[in-house]
């Protein structure tokens, strides 16, 4: 091992962060580029599920916070664009895999959001899975990428409370209102418990990744947390969760749950989940649609900087 890597494992083992400028493996830059695109793609497809509500949300009030949460996701996409940027991968690169399908995003985004409903059972379950594990990684060894998760999880918090706020709304109203909120929760449970990935038998990466504390607890630590909180909170909306094997386990002193689907992860991750096409269908749009702003944006920067040129 030469020097440079023994100074970056002390840097690791000593819980300092890994900043843009500093020597690190070609594996760990490598895993870093893959986890934080994918993670940017996440954020950016995940505002089309529920974009899709904005025009139909049932109040003035309800609009205005989808609508502010809807644009943090965007926001929190931007964030983690940039931090991927500081490993040398340019944004155009990214954009692109994410457009012709070859990168990856969090397979939730590839169902449908059928009733408003759904809008509350996304901010519970999707923000609150998401938090779970976005939390661990505010203090991943990657600085830039440590530090954009400490404003998405202040941000995340707010979105997750507001799911939950629609869903207990909903619970208290009419039969049919509940039975709509009841509905929400049993189609997005077991895909929220498939985000924290692969069980953790089957996680390639999480080894390695532990080991450089870019992940600091492994996906079925996360996914148990995630069980033990949900509880609660559904007990609450005076609701339940679409498991019977769901029950709590004196001895491990957390819930027990049932399996979950991995063909219909495999499956959607393979891009054949209901919405993959769909998803992917919008981007392009948006991106085509897009191109007139890209191309004044950088005809506007060109003329500023001849401009400061000729002034020199
Ligand atoms: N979906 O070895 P592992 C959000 C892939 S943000 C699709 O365990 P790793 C906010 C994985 O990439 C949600 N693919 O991998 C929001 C790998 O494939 P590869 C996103 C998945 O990286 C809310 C292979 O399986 N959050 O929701 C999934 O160590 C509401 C093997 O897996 C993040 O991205 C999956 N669920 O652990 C926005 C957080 N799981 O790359 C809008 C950062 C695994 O070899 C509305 N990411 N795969 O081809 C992470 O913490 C990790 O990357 C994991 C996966 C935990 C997701």
Not at 230 to 249: A, C, H, M, T, Y
């Amino acid at each position: 091992m030469d020097l440079l890597e023994q100074y970056f494992n002390s840097k690791i083992a000593a819980e300092e962060k890994i900043e843009a400028k500093d020597w690190m493996p070609e594996e760990y830059r490598k895993t870093l580029i893959r986890q934080i695109s994918q993670h940017a793609h996440s954020e950016i497809v995940g505002m089309l599920p529920e974009g899709n509500w904005i025009t139909r949300a049932p109040s003035l009030k309800r609009k205005s916070i989808l609508l502010a949460k809807v644009q943090d996701e965007g926001g929190h996409g931007l964030y983690l664009y940039c931090a991927a940027e500081t490993l040398g991968v340019s944004r155009e690169q990214m954009i692109d895999d994410l457009l012709t399908g070859k990168a990856k995003y969090s397979s939730i985004f590839n169902y449908p959001a059928v009733t408003w409903a759904d809008m509350g059972a996304i901010g519970w379950l999707v923000d609150g899975a998401a938090i779970m594990n976005q939390v661990m990684l505010c203090r991943t060894s990657y600085g830039p990428y440590a530090r954009a998760m400490v404003r998405i999880c202040k941000e995340e918090s707010f979105h997750q409370r507001q799911g939950y706020d629609i869903l207990l709304t909903l619970s208290k109203g009419t039969e049919i209102q509940r039975k709509m909120a009841q509905d929400a929760i049993n189609r997005w449970w077991w895909p929220s418990l498939m985000m924290f990935g692969p069980s953790d038998a089957e996680s390639t990466h999480s080894n390695q990744s532990m080991a450089w504390k870019i992940k600091r607890a492994t996906n079925d630590e996360l996914r148990q947390r995630f069980v033990d909180m949900s509880v609660p909170q559904v007990e609450i909306l005076g609701l339940s969760l679409p498991d019977p094997k769901l029950k709590w386990n004196p001895e491990r002193k957390h819930y027990d749950y049932g399996e979950i689907n991995w063909d219909e992860f495999k499956n959607i991750i393979k891009g054949n989940g209901p919405c993959n096409k769909n998803r992917l269908a919008a981007r392009n749009k948006a991106h085509d649609d897009g191109a007139w702003v890209r191309e004044a944006a950088t005809a506007y920067a060109y003329k500023k900087s001849s401009a400061a040129k000729s002034v020199a």
